[in-house]
């Protein structure tokens, strides 16, 4: 099956991956978000995950992409990351033994030891893709692609399934950051795109859209309209 955005859209809404707040919810970023994205519910199901797994090998085939080895960032793409590989290896000619590693990232680095083994389970190798689940200011995000970049990993992208299309404090955005370290990156599905059509069926109410209209102007990419 060939990638179709319109269909992982659906996958997110219909999945509750989207949604919005009566009363705002502090991000880790600290700002005040009266929307979310998350995908701990996929995340935490086996079919679920299985579906986001196809979506994913779909988009890569769609944009030219041949991996050796998809890492998600810890914790929030880890599981993504190994359930991808395992479908991803097997499909592949030269599937055979040492020819495609499985690799995991530590939440927690370990105190000792060489510093490969301090961060990571198993470092990716070869033509690596780095996985993220959601983008805000993307601070995980870049701190992996940096530990990775100095172990001399070959990433040839970074792959989040959601941008939430926000500047960072330093007034640049995901994709800038991650140009300055040489990496491309893409985005699966972003608030652009998804919060129109999630207002339109959720139906939240004008006050809500309204707060989320004044969030993207204090800290988007772009201006959005839900009303």
Known sequence: ???????????????????????????KSGRLSYWYVNWRNIAEDVFALDQLSDYLIQFIEDIGLKPDCFFGVPEGATKLGIITQYKWA??????????????????????HGDPKDQFFLGVPR?????????????????????????????????????????????????NEILEKLGVKFYAMSNAIDLLPKAYRILRPGQEIAKKIELYFKQYGVKEIKLI
């Open 126 to 174: 070869g033509k690596v893709i780095v996985l993220e689940d959601t983008v805000t200011t993307g601070e995980s995000l870049i701190e992996i692609v940096e530990k990775l970049t100095n172990l001399k990993v070959n990433i040839i992208s970074v792959i989040c399934l959601t941008n939430r299309n926000e500047l960072r404090d330093d007034n640049l955005t995901i």
């Open 1 to 27: 099956m060939s990638w179709k955005k319109e269909r992982f859209h659906n996958f997110i809404i219909q999945n509750n991956v989207i949604g919005f707040f009566k009363e705002p919810l502090t991000l």
């Open 90 to 111: 097997k499909t592949q000619n030269d599937y055979s033994q040492g020819k495609y590693p499985l690799s995991m990232g530590r939440a927690k680095p370990k105190e």
